[in-house]
């Protein structure tokens, strides 16, 4: 059965500093898509970046960037030059499968990260 | 504003109540997408649907029921409720590429009393 796994339940981040969030999962299919969504203390959820199993590069978005290494299948997000703006939780997700229109996100348990000034 | 539409915002009922969550997908989404986020069980999927019919399902109980309208709008029917009920039900819905991750709703709050 497919699995996420987010080791961190909570992180402390002085501002400004580079913070890693471990995420590793597990799936037997070849084709699986890896997310991280962020999560405020107001409730919504907001994609942050997205990572396909078969991109050779490393996705980044802004100050966000996922380092996908597929044979250890971790895909850990870092977030560049923390602001006080990034604590929040943060989830790591996985969907398999080719059909766009045909799957869902399985998901990790999150991790709390709250940035300090 | 995100483009998904969930009401009401946040809800409290009754044990033993009915409950209604009504979600409007992204202008051009057809997939929708319906999870509960509760304390201790995380974030689970309940149901698809992809332009009015249902695709999958996950851990959702008999007492919950939803459907998607012609108009692409969804509704998760909430019967029977429980207080282990009580969650953030967020709706989220999709273009149909893989590189784009869901749109979500800003969520209903869900509180069974």
């Known amino acids: 059965a497919q699995k996420i796994t987010q080791t961190q339940p909570g992180m402390f981040v002085q501002e400004k500093e580079a913070v890693t969030l471990d995420c590793t999962y597990d799936t037997s299919d070849q084709s699986y898509g890896l997310f991280w969504y962020k999560q405020p203390s107001s409730g919504e959820m907001i994609f942050l970046i997205y990572?396909?199993?078969?991109d050779e590069q490393n996705a980044t978005e802004g100050r966000y960037s996922l380092n996908f290494q597929k044979a250890r299948k971790s895909a850990n997000l870092v977030i560049s030059a923390s602001q006080l703006g990034d604590s929040a939780m943060y989830f790591c997700?996985?969907?398999?499968?080719?059909?766009?229109?045909?799957?869902?996100?399985?998901w990790g348990a999150g991790t709390k990260l709250i940035i300090k000034p | 504003d995100s483009g998904v539409t969930q009401t009401p915002k946040h809800l409290i009922t009754a044990t033993g109540q009915r409950v209604t969550l009504r979600c409007s997908p992204r202008s051009g989404d057809l997939s929708v997408y319906w999870y509960q986020q509760s304390l201790d069980q995380g974030l689970q999927f309940l149901i698809q649907y992809y332009n009015g019919e249902e695709r999958a399902k996950g851990n959702i109980l008999e007492r919950f029921s939803a459907q998607q309208f012609p108009d692409l709008h969804s509704e998760l029917n909430l019967s029977s409720l429980e207080l282990g009920d009580s969650a953030l039900y967020f709706c989220?819905?999709?273009?149909?590429?893989?590189?784009?991750?869901?749109?979500f709703g800003s969520g209903t709050r869900l509180t069974v009393v």
């Open positions: 990572q396909g199993s078969y």
């Open positions: 997700a996985m969907r398999e499968g080719q059909r766009d229109s045909n799957y869902q996100l399985i």
């Open positions: 989220a819905s999709k273009r149909d590429r893989a590189g784009y991750g869901y749109t």
